[in-house]
């Protein structure tokens, strides 16, 4: 019975991820793995979420049927991985976006640059293993400009998700034409899925490439090109 009684009349019994979850649903707000769910918690609710997390995972080291209660290297397990899904490799779900302010285009700035490499780190939604890369961004400002390495706080903040690869650098790009509103927008992401690396076909050379052209860019074949040819020089540089 108290199954489907909502959190508010079940009280301090009920699992704070619930109360979380109830809280989303009423305002209609998704909370799909690469989702950010970060305005929606309240205070001290995501060291609550740390304790429950690492309840829940010494309950799966137990139906792996590991002894956490010998074996002196599992013993902090639940805590350890807790905390890593909480404020490390999912951080881009729990936490804010990084402070990251945006300046006005007062040179009128309409030359495109690239960024990059910048490092990604993700982890597949189907199997939460890594995918490890890295990013190039090309930008052809608009009215405002940010830091170059504000593009990396972003990137790191998106891709700490599980997610899938299409999918971030969609989410990543929306973010980037929200903070600076260019002109245009090119995003590649080369990366390694440790789901084909280290399970599965156990491929280790594979890797994923994907693009996503946006304004000017779409527009301009021309200005797509550049930014390819840009990557492929700072990718040179890399090997040299
Ligand atoms: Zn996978």
Redesign the pocket.
């Known amino acids: 019975m108290t199954s489907t009684l909502p959190s508010s009349l079940t009280g301090q019994l009920t699992p704070v991820s619930r109360r979380i979850r109830e809280r989303l649903e009423i305002a209609g707000v998704p909370f799909l793995a690469n989702d950010n769910i970060a305005e929606h918690l309240k205070e001290g609710e995501l060291e609550q979420l740390e304790i429950e997390v690492a309840g829940k995972v010494r309950e799966l080291l137990r139906s792996l049927v590991i002894d956490i209660d010998n074996d002196h290297n599992t013993e902090e397990t639940a805590e350890r991985v807790a905390r890593m899904y909480l404020h490390e490799v999912f951080k881009g779900r729990y936490h804010e976006q990084p402070k990251i302010a945006s300046f006005p285009n007062v040179k009128q700035l309409d030359e495109i640059y690239t960024v990059g490499p910048i490092t990604v780190r993700s982890a597949?939604?189907?199997?939460l293993?890594p995918i490890l890369g890295n990013c190039w961004i090309g930008i052809k400002p608009g009215e405002r400009v940010i830091g170059l390495s504000k593009f990396s706080r972003v990137a790191d903040w998106v891709f700490s998700r599980p997610h899938i690869q299409e999918e971030a650098v969609m989410i990543l790009a929306d973010e980037i034409e929200r903070l600076c509103e260019p002109q245009g927008l090119a995003i590649l992401v080369k990366a390694q899925?440790y789901?084909m690396k280290w399970r599965g076909v156990k491929e280790p050379q594979t890797s994923m490439v994907n693009s996503i052209v946006r304004g000017d860019f779409r527009s301009d074949p021309s200005l797509k090109a550049e930014f390819f040819e840009l990557v492929k020089q700072q990718e040179s540089l890399l090997i040299n």
Not at 124 to 127: G, I, T, Y
Request: proline residues 0%.
């Open positions: 597949c939604s189907h199997h293993v899925h789901c």
